[in-house]
């Protein structure tokens, strides 16, 4: 089987450096350099600073970064299981600005039939491999306590502080 070409480009932001990957001009992946669960295979991947998705994406997160709820829309495409998908779709629906908790988004995939608790939620949530852009820096402990961020938790208070305008 011929494995799919993979582009990735490395783009500075405020709160460090992040790689992102794309196939098909979706994003695959996003992740501040060195964080938790940063894909081994990367080194294998093709640079394509210039890919268009990319170009969108940079453009995304400056307004972003500016303290501005970006409208563009950007393709994604991660890989995951089932499960994980239909949690990572519930992420998108939190708005910018506001949170959930991992109990909430179970209580969600419960009412929907799925089988869920707040710990495999807390799984799925913890492998988004496109952080950011699927906001799961906006989910919190049961208490509203800031809990487990793969990018680690100063960038996910400066997140959440950055969409509240508290920065």
């Known amino acids: 089987m011929k494995e799919e070409t993979v582009f990735t480009a ?12 794309a196939r098909d001009n979706a994003i695959t992946g996003l992740w501040f350099l060195g964080q938790k669960y940063f894909p081994s295979c990367a080194g294998s991947w093709i640079s394509e600073e210039d890919f268009q998705v990319f170009v969108s994406l940079r453009g995304w997160l400056k307004d972003y970064f500016a303290g501005k709820n970006p409208k563009t829309i950007i393709p994604l495409s991660p890989a995951g299981s089932d499960f994980q998908q239909q949690v990572w779709k519930l992420l998108l629906e939190i708005p910018y600005g506001k949170t959930s908790t991992y109990g909430a988004i179970a209580k969600k995939l419960i009412l929907a039939g799925r089988k869920a608790s707040s710990q495999a939620v807390g799984g799925a949530v913890g492998h988004n491999p496109i952080s950011l852009l699927i906001p799961c820096h906006r989910v919190l402990g049961a208490d509203g306590s800031l809990t487990g961020y793969a990018g680690g938790l100063e960038k996910k208070r400066a997140l959440l502080e950055l969409e509240q305008g508290s920065c």
């Open 10 to 21: 490395v783009i500075d932001t405020p709160l460090g450096k992040i790689q992102t990957a």
